[in-house]
């Protein structure tokens, strides 16, 4: 497993811009496909956003396609996601997760097994 470290979570305004990343600890970042999930309030945790280990494919939940985009720096041991013209829906607490080394990215969250500690993310209107 990896340890993973999210930050920069906060307050932003309906239509705002946040960008969060996802530092991990360890050799085996670049081999592993990375997930974005969400989880808000009363809700069950959801996926949003995914890359490959070598970031050349990605995929996003309909519900953020367009507004949001997944991005990896092999060389930081970090992903990020770019989240702009945020919605009042968008308030929840973020995770990154790891998936083991070579697999496909996914959106589904068993298919992860390292999990960070998440950052909440709150759009005001």
């Known amino acids: 497993q990896v340890q993973l470290v999210e930050s920069g979570g906060g307050l932003v305004q309906v239509g705002g811009s946040l960008r969060l990343s996802c530092k991990a600890s360890?050799?085996?970042?670049?081999?592993?496909?990375m997930g974005w999930f969400r989880q808000a309030p009363g809700k069950e945790r959801e996926f949003v956003a995914a890359?490959?280990?070598?970031?050349?494919?990605?995929n996003y939940a309909d519900s953020v396609k367009g507004r949001f985009t997944i991005s990896r720096d092999n060389a930081k041991n970090t992903v990020y996601l770019q989240m702009n013209s945020l919605k009042p829906e968008d308030t929840a607490v973020y995770y990154c997760?790891?998936?083991?080394?070579?697999?496909?990215?996914?959106?589904?969250?068993?298919?992860?097994?390292?999990w960070g500690q998440g950052t909440q993310v709150t759009v005001s209107s």
């Open positions: 997760a790891a998936r083991r080394s070579y697999f496909d990215p996914r959106s589904t969250l068993a298919d992860y097994n390292s």
């Open positions: 360890g050799r085996t970042f670049s081999t592993r496909a």
């Open positions: 890359i490959s280990w070598s970031g050349d494919s990605s």
